[in-house]
């Protein structure tokens, strides 16, 4: 499968292929939680470096779980003072609350749930709750739900590694990044993740330069509307 994937990779794009060959086989790893997991763990995340977050995760878990995560009606019964004595913000803990409440009323589905839906109907089911946005679902998409064709354009990694791949003054609108990442379907989860690779790959030194000038694409300009000069009657 991930010889396939490359394949098309390497064929619909040569700057892409080349910072394939220098990262290495492709190396996704799908995690196995549930969504509410998935979303409570993110969240923790916010704003925070990795060892922060998981402290107070812990603490969420002594605190309210019983050596496991807890469960959604065992957040909303805990006491906001008990959720903040975790090391979460008063915003943090209104979206941990509010990620419980939607998971009871089944807007926040199961795993198996979850996983009959297209991307778009997850995006949409999922952002409906408080501090959950698109990128934190299109995370989850690629990394709990392992789906194929998901590209982050608002992410900055992502961004960021596009513009030292292809020889970029500037970072590539989010817009624009997506309509160059059309020749990368249906594998543009696999993409995202080399262009986190060109960022690492840069930073060692190690980043091939782009052997051809490449020309972005060019948003389609809106049309602005012709302005009808009315007629004054009796003028």
């Known amino acids: 499968m991930s010889k396939r ?3 098309h990779l390497t064929r619909t794009d040569p700057v892409l292929g080349r910072v394939i060959r220098a990262a ?7 995690r196995d939680h549930e969504p509410f ?12 470096n990795g060892t922060a977050a998981n402290t107070i995760l812990k603490r969420l878990v002594a605190a309210c779980g019983k050596n496991a995560f807890p469960t ?9 003072a008990t959720v903040r004595a975790a090391g979460f913000s008063f915003a943090k803990v209104a979206a941990l609350k509010d990620l419980a409440s ?15 839906l297209d991307d ?12 959950v946005g698109r990128w934190t679902v299109e995370m989850l998409l690629m990394f709990q739900l392992g789906r194929p064709d ?29 309509l160059w990442g059309e020749r990368w379907k249906p594998y543009r989860s696999a993409a995202a993740w080399y262009l986190w690779r060109a960022l690492e790959l840069e930073r060692a030194g190690k980043l091939p330069a782009p052997r051809e000038r490449v020309r972005m694409p060019r948003l389609p300009r809106k049309r602005r ?10 003028a």
């Open 120 to 131: 778009a109907a997850i995006i949409e089911r999922l952002t409906q709750v408080r501090g």
């Open 72 to 80: 959604p009606q065992a957040i909303l019964d805990a006491s906001t």
């Open 24 to 30: 290495g086989p492709l190396r996704i790893e799908v």
């Open 37 to 48: 997991e998935a979303l409570a763990q993110a969240i923790a995340h916010q704003q925070l």
């Open 150 to 178: 998901v590209l982050p354009v608002d992410d900055f990694g992502v961004r960021a590694g596009f513009r030292a791949a292809y020889g970029l003054s500037r970072l590539p609108k989010p817009k624009v990044l997506a």
């Open 225 to 234: 509307k012709a302005r009808v000069k009315k007629k004054r009657s009796g």
């Open 5 to 7: 994937i490359l394949a």
């Open 102 to 116: 939607k998971t009871l009323a089944a807007v926040v589905p199961d795993r198996r749930t979850l996983a009959t």
